[in-house]
Nanobody, 111 residues
Framework: VQLQASGGGLVQTGGSLRLSCVAS?????MGWYRQVPGKQRELVAR???????DYADSVKGRFTISRDIAKNTWYLQMNSLKPEDTAVYYC?????????WGQGTLVTVSS
């Protein structure tokens, strides 16, 4: 399964970005993780094919995950961004019991 993430960039505090991930297969669940140097990769948000969602406490109320199953695509709408949201964001999915990752897209939030 190949995953292609896009949408990262540089934004000021309080700004918004929308990340997209396109997969070559329809996995489940579909998620976004992030990682900063020296720290473990952490879950940001994930969504199942049925529409159930989970969010990290740090992003609840600011980030929204959604998906377009027909397009094998999922999104992460990030609003009210903070400098602590700066990280490389990776999309992720499971397909037939295996874990697949996108290449990562850098989000930088300036103060």
């Amino acid at each position: 399964v190949q995953l292609q993430a896009s949408g990262g960039g540089l934004v000021q505090t309080g700004g918004s970005l929308r990340l997209s991930c396109v997969a070559s297969r329809r996995g489940n669940p579909m998620g976004w993780y992030r990682q900063v140097p020296g720290k473990q990769r952490e879950l940001v948000a994930r969504i199942t094919s049925g529409g159930s969602t989970d969010y990290a406490d740090s992003v609840k109320g600011r980030f929204t995950i959604s998906r377009d199953i027909a397009k094998n695509t999922w999104y992460l709408q990030m609003n009210s961004l903070k400098p602590e949201d700066t990280a490389v964001y990776y999309c992720n999915t499971f397909w037939f019991g295996r874990n697949y990752w996108g290449q990562g897209t850098l989000v930088t939030v300036s103060s």
